[in-house]
């Protein structure tokens, strides 16, 4: 079992920035890809980034890429999401998720979840 816990979410203007953190704990971090997700309401979950086992490696979705980072500190067991130039269609609920395989954007093959913080932007 891996327990995840977001943090960082918070009411934020247009173009302003956030930065989102996940800490895990359970079985060793480094056996896992991390990836980043979110969901608005009425609306499915939507990948956002993911980030390899040693960090060396990361891809995002063209919605974001540009804009928000993700980063990994396999020592202190977190993962981070960096978002900048927020717009208001960036409002909704942001999770983190653990999965062994590196490349999935599939949230159904994600195998750990953490509960969620939310980010609204307004405008």
């Known amino acids: 079992q891996v327990q995840l816990a977001e943090s960082g979410g918070g009411l934020v203007q247009?173009?302003?920035?956030?930065?989102?953190?996940?800490?895990a704990s359970g079985r060793?971090?480094?056996?896992?890809?991390?990836?980043?997700?979110?969901?608005?309401?009425?609306?499915?979950?939507?990948?956002?980034?993911a980030i390899s086992w040693s960090g060396g490696s990361t891809f995002y979705?063209?919605?974001?890429?540009?804009?928000?980072?993700i980063s990994r500190d396999n020592a202190k067991n977190t993962v981070s999401l960096q978002m900048?130039?927020?717009?208001?269609e960036d409002t909704a609920v942001y999770y983190c998720a653990a999965d062994r395989h590196y490349g999935?954007?599939?949230s159904k093959n994600f195998d750990y979840w953490g509960q969620?913080?939310?980010?609204?932007?307004?405008s």
């Open 104 to 106: 999935e954007t599939n």
């Open 28 to 49: 060793t971090f480094s056996d896992y890809a991390m990836g980043w997700f979110r969901q608005a309401p009425g609306k499915e979950r939507e990948f956002l980034a």
């Open 14 to 23: 247009t173009g302003g920035s956030l930065r989102l953190s996940c800490a």
């Open 61 to 69: 979705a063209s919605s974001v890429k540009g804009r928000f980072t």
């Open 116 to 122: 969620g913080t939310q980010v609204t932007v307004s």
């Open 84 to 88: 900048n130039s927020l717009k208001p």
